[in-house]
């Protein structure tokens, strides 16, 4: 754990010292004094160093909430809600390497918007495979406490919907230029709120369900 510590906190560095990944993991292992083998015992390229830190910063964000006593009593949409602010706020112990990352990924995705950095941008992956396992998780919970109405054709495209509200946060907390990111604050607890609300019941599903009980038994 600590030569991973020690090659990402180097490469994080470096990114921000000049703007650009190293270009040889020669050069670079020789400059934090290590054996060219011993940073391939660890990773195979630069973008898997910068895959690991985008999944360390999610794992950290959830390993965090569910420590607390008193996330385990909230509801489906509360835990979502810690989640993100958790998880924002230890991005911006390393926001300007998340400036930068994040800055190429969507350069490399070609203007495409942020839903094409996956997987047409392997560097998210990791983290995008492991916020889908917390999702799924989450919206299990909210079926069993009728916070979440599974609906034929569209439950299983939540976990998306979550993903792409992941994404839209992250690009919105980058471009924010409010006091202490107070418009990021505002942008989860709506956009959350809103989710939920659309995955909810709502009057659409009475509905459906009278029309249904209608048909039965005319």
């Known amino acids: ?5 020690k090659i990402r906190k180097a490469y994080t560095e ?3 010292e000049n703007g ?3 270009t040889s993991v020669f050069q670079f292992a020789k400059k934090l ?3 060219e ?4 015992n660890h990773y195979t390229s630069f973008d898997a160093i910068e895959a690991d830190i985008w999944l360390a910063f999610f ?9 607390d006593e008193t996330y385990q009593g909230y509801s489906v949409r509360e835990k ?7 998880w924002i706020e230890l991005l911006k112990a390393q926001r300007s390497f998340v400036v930068y990352s994040f800055g190429r990924l969507k350069d490399q995705s070609k203007g495409k918007g942020i839903r094409s950095l996956t997987p047409k941008v392997p560097i998210l992956n990791p983290f995008k495979d492991e916020f889908f396992d917390y999702a799924r998780d989450l919206l299990a919970e909210g079926r069993e406490s009728k916070e979440v109405e599974p609906r034929p054709f569209v439950t299983d ?6 993903w792409g509200q992941t994404l839209y946060l992250l690009d919105f907390w980058i471009r924010d230029v409010s006091k202490n990111f107070e418009k990021t604050d505002s942008a989860i607890e709506k956009s959350v709120n809103t989710a939920f609300d659309l995955i909810g019941r709502s009057p659409l599903d009475t509905l459906f369900d009278f029309a249904k009980f209608m048909y039965q038994n005319k």
């Open 37 to 40: 083998a011993d940073f391939y």
């Open 20 to 22: 650009k990944q190293p």
């Open 157 to 162: 495209r939540y976990p998306d919907a979550l």
């Open 1 to 5: 754990m600590e030569m991973l510590e």
């Open 80 to 86: 979502l809600l810690a989640f993100y602010y958790t």
């Open 14 to 16: 470096y990114v921000l």
């Open 33 to 35: 004094k290590i054996a």
């Open 59 to 67: 794992t950290d964000a959830k390993t965090t909430v569910e420590a």
